[in-house]
């Protein structure tokens, strides 16, 4: 347990057995219905919101992505996601897996358009030491949509968190279809919780609707942070974040 978070006011919220399970053995698990309706339509309505005002220059903070509509540093954008990086089931999640004391990496947005998304395999946080890890990233999904095949579900490789060496090395072409990829599917509120150094990627949205994601990332704290919170935190933002808040993001 990381002592910090539990003086600033962290409260863990265990997970079902088999979820814990899922996280240890494939790398990845599904948590239902973390975002409640309301909650869900506002982070929906202020996505849109923000495709629409930024434009061009959607996504520039992180990166951007053909066939993607892209979201970046969403922590500034809005208070409708200051419960998502503090949300107790993902970070007692992100503990789990972690075994030590980690921040906030990104939080970003991402939603493939028609015929469009695929990604090269990839892992976020590279390959771990030895199988057992650590591990130096934890990503989550935020589905503000249903995940289907057909709108585009992310693809994961189950187990490939505990593969040693480079990705290079087992993968051939990394943008055709893996013989053991699974797809992250889950109904709109859901969470997909997966260790950072599992294979996976964003996949093709066959259907065109919509398959908006918030991507919550994590990482351990001795390293730096895809988006560096200090530099980028907004004086509105720093108002409202509470303790536990400013020790997620690193801004203290």
Same mark, same amino acid.
Request: hydrophobic share 35%; net charge negative; aromatic share 8%.
């Given at each position: ?47 849109? %919101? ?10 520039? %903070? ?54 469009? @998304? ?6 976020? @946080? ?23 095949? %057909?709108? @585009? ?30 797809? #992250? ?22 259907? @065109? ?34 303790? #536990? ?8």
């Amino acid at each position: 347990m990381d002592a910090q978070l539990l003086q600033r006011g962290f409260t863990p919220e265990p997970l079902k057995p088999a979820l814990y399970r899922e996280l240890d053995q494939n790398g990845f698990a599904v948590i239902e219905n973390v975002i409640g309706p309301k909650w869900l339509e506002q982070l929906r309505q202020t996505f849109e %919101e923000l495709v629409e005002e930024e434009g061009e220059e959607a996504g520039v %903070e992180v990166a951007q992505m053909k066939g993607v509509r892209r979201l970046a540093d969403l922590v500034n954008k809005g208070e409708a996601f200051d419960a998502v990086y503090v949300q107790p089931a993902l970070l007692t999640a992100a503990l789990h897996i972690f075994q030590r004391p980690f921040k906030l990496h990104s939080l970003n947005g991402h939603d493939p358009l028609v015929n469009d @998304g695929l990604q090269s395999l990839h892992a976020d @946080g590279g390959q771990p030491e030895t199988a057992e890890g650590p591990f130096r990233v934890v990503n989550s999904m935020w589905m503000l949509d249903d995940f289907t095949t %057909e709108n @585009g579900a992310t693809r994961i490789i189950p187990g490939s968190h505990r593969k040693l060496g480079n990705i290079n090395d087992y993968i051939e072409d990394r943008m055709a279809d893996h013989p053991e990829q699974v797809h #992250l599917q889950g109904s709109a509120g859901s969470v997909a919780v997966f260790n950072g150094s599992i294979w996976h990627s964003s996949y093709i949205n066959h259907s @065109g609707r919509f398959r908006r994601t918030l991507h919550c990332a994590f990482i351990a704290r001795e390293f730096d942070q895809q988006t560096n919170q200090r530099e980028y935190l907004r004086p509105e933002t720093a108002e409202r974040l509470s303790p #536990l808040a400013r020790y997620i993001l690193d801004v203290d």
